[in-house]
């Protein structure tokens, strides 16, 4: 497939930042191949592509944390060349990661300031860093105390801290990762309205998720990148969900899902699976049963606290059911340990893939190993 990489004709809005043909190379790896990409004054372009196609690349490059191997950088109209993600920040574009870059042993209002702490004649003003953070937190409807640890909040809230650092810093261009990823349904309600207060204020937005009926909802006009060049761009008025997909992975695709009678007998089996509150108080899952065939794919929604990642969690082994039985091939493994039940072929890839995933102090080969 020829790709023109040209600005779009029908791209509205004046254009306060552009990627000119771009390219990152990682030794052989080519993780841009020459992207041309421009982010227009008060609206949200949205980046779509499949994992690996370049988006996190190309967004750090146009927030200064990583420097392109070729081409060039044009901030209002101006080439630039940032010396590191505070060089872009004075420019005014921040960026929410994908993974969190929080300091779990610090509070909330000192993670919201790190590294442009409000300072007076007498030091830091740790009072008028508390009020803006308890603002911040009434702005994105959040209760947390701006002096507790991030490290007691749950992922979701952690997230919203995330969220409200790079708010503080009042930036021009909002780049956001993959914002929603631990958010509930009212956190991504209350953080889409924020997003059209800023860009009602003229603040522009880049805006990447996986959730693309989602991203649909704030979107002036999207970008799909695939294997680091860009495929396509569009007005939302010309966006739905098969234009995503067929330029994402290629006009070779569907939608639709295998027949019946092509999946296999179930693999697993959650017979009436109960997780007790550790706290006491009820039931975290009640009663829960779910069947997986071979083959099939099945995706579990709800609300944050609902008991999607308990519910995994216990029927992976890590933690104990009060009641019920989980079937793998038919064979009960509720009485089998951690390390057993992934010898059986039963694993778990955790919510937290940072705190629970891995060990960062460890070698690539010596995470792989640690099951």
């Not at 790190?114 to 409807?141: K, N, P, Q, S, Y």
């Not at 631990?182 to 956190?187: N, R």
Request: hydrophobic share 40%; charged share 20%.
């Amino acid at each position: 497939m020829t790709v023109h990489q040209t600005i779009r004709p029908g791209a509205t809005g004046e254009v306060v930042m552009s990627a000119r043909h771009v390219a990152k190379h990682y030794g052989a790896v080519k993780a841009l191949k020459g992207v041309n990409f421009d982010i227009h004054r008060g609206q949200v372009t949205t980046l779509f592509g499949e994992n690996g196609a370049g988006k996190s690349t190309l967004m750090k490059i146009l927030s200064g944390i990583v420097t392109p191997t070729s081409g060039q950088i044009l901030l209002d109209g101006q080439p630039v060349t940032f010396h590191g993600a505070n060089d872009a920040l004075a420019q005014g574009i921040s960026i929410i990661h994908q993974e969190l870059a929080l300091a779990p042993n610090l509070n909330v209002r000192d993670n919201i300031f790190m590294g442009r702490e409000i300072r007076t004649a007498r030091g830091v003003d740790f009072a008028e860093e508390e009020r803006v953070t308890r603002a911040l937190m009434e702005e994105l409807e959040e209760d947390i105390d701006p002096l507790t640890p991030v490290e007691e909040l749950r992922l979701g809230q952690q997230q919203i801290v995330e969220i409200a650092r790079a708010l503080q810093a009042r930036s021009r261009i909002l780049i956001m990762d993959e914002p929603t990823s631990a958010l509930s349904a009212s956190e991504v309600e209350v953080l889409f309205k924020v997003i059209n207060d800023l860009t009602a204020k003229g603040v522009s937005i880049v805006y990447i998720s996986h959730h693309l009926e989602e991203a649909l909802e704030v979107t002036d006009h999207a970008v799909v990148l695939r294997d680091g060049e860009m495929t396509a761009w569009a007005p939302r008025a010309e966006i739905d969900l098969e234009w995503i997909v067929r330029n994402m992975v290629g006009e070779n695709f569907d939608l639709g899902s295998p027949p019946e009678s092509e999946m296999g007998a179930p693999a697993l089996s959650i017979e009436e699976l109960c997780v007790p509150d550790p706290s006491g108080h009820g039931l975290l899952v009640d009663h829960m049963n779910l069947s997986v065939k071979a083959g099939e794919i099945v995706c579990i929604y709800g609300l944050m606290g609902a008991g999607r990642t308990e519910m995994m969690e216990c029927a992976a082994g890590r933690l104990a059911a009060s009641g019920g039985a989980v079937k793998l091939h038919g064979q009960d493994v509720s009485g089998l340990t951690i390390s057993q039940r992934i010898e059986a072929g039963l694993v778990l890839v955790p919510e937290d893939r940072q705190r629970d995933g891995l060990v960062q102090t460890m070698s690539v080969g010596q995470n792989l190993s640690l099951a």
